[in-house]
């Protein structure tokens, strides 16, 4: 089956699953032409310029394009309340949730996990607040647009957001980290996350954005994919007649009006059609899914980003596989991270350097360090290679803990990490495009276990 769809996929002209394939057959550089523009490209998303209390400010971010941060550039996040399979975890509106008490016991919110089971390591456990300190507000500030003040229970004020109380994470360290959390959807079963904030991307009405593995892809309101044609100019759509049957251009309202990167092109007296950065604006009437990147397969067709993510590591390359494409090493195996969230009322993540190793090494290797190591590899850096991005760095990890190494030990390992979080590859995958790591642990990979990182996923649908 995975040889069938990439016949299919070789006798395409151009596109980005064409490029692929390139790649996995060693004649292009890691990233290809898709990836390439995303570490050339200078482009930043433009945002609406909304109110924001004294001391907060809006910044730039590499994969979630402009977020709130405070003063000194933290990225300010929070923790909507989620149903999860048994009662729900997060913040509801105007109630503060997190603070600073170390919870000792599960709460039995992923049946059939029982409540009250001890949790691990208490003695070196971090309190929720340690971890998310929340943003106080002074007694004299003033509430402005969409931010508001809440009462916590130890009698301090905490800025929100539309209600939601917000915090800054102690994972992010420079002004443009989003260490903390992401935007991009879960699965159901998948901890109840913290969620960075930001003002509205600036696109008109029927518009949106939404953050993917290759950058912040532009659509339309109901989720799907937008689209540009090379044969177009900043003038005038060359798309029409029977092109227009299969590429459904993006008419604007009589009374649109053109700013900032959106301008118009006239289609024919009265009618206007969006164009973004100076390329005419088009849906696909063959996508199926929301979020597709199936459209850029046709030559001469792509989609749309507002910016691109950093470009992959290189020597990283894009791989075909049964359901879609996804990222690899060198020699075109799978790259795979970890996802981890307690079953903690507080929902603390477990899946960085910084945290308990307790899960990772009993779901990899049943507790023990070689046996992980030998399932799940770290992907190593070569040697005297540095990070690369704020998105892809390099760190040291000690291989006996799963720990950041210490300073000068000789064992230490330097591997590649995604969102300073260490990747992987599997032992059990040995061909170019094999993905039989992929949801392995718990609920499919997303309470505790490894994912692959996906570029373009034809099964679950759309950009990742």
Known sequence: MRRAMTARKLQMAGGVLTVAMLLASGSSSASGDMAAKAGSAGAREIYVHVPTPEGIRVQSTE?????????DGHTLYVW??????VGYSGEQKGKPACYDEVLKTTAGLMSPYPAGAELPELDTR????????????????KLVGKWTVVDRKDGTKQWAYDEQPVYTSILDKQPGDVYG???????????AGRQPIGPPSKVPPGFDVKTTTLGRLLTTKKNYSVYSYDKDTPEKSNCVGECAQVWTPLIAPETAQPQGDWSLVVRSAGVKQWAYRKKPLYTYTLDQRPSSLEGSDVPGWHNVYTQFAPS??????????IAGQVLADAKGKTIYQYNCGDDSQDQLSCETPDDTQVYRLAMCGAGDPVRCQKNWPYVLADKGTTSISRTWTVMSIDPKTGHRATAGQTDA?????YRDRPVYTYAEDKAPGDVYGDATGEWRG???????IWVRDDFFGGGQ
């Open 181 to 191: 959390g992401f935007s991009r959807r879960s699965g159901g079963d998948s901890p």
């Open 126 to 141: 971090p309190s929720c607040a340690k971890l998310w300190p929340p943003v106080l507000a002074k007694a004299d500030d």
């Open 413 to 417: 390992l330097s591997v590649w990490a």
């Open 446 to 452: 997303g309470r505790n276990g490894l994912k692959a």
């Open 80 to 85: 909507p309340f989620k149903r999860m399979r």
């Open 312 to 321: 992959f590591p290189k020597g990283f390359t894009l791989q075909d596989s």
């Open 63 to 71: 994969l979630e394009g402009p977020v709130f941060a405070t003063a």
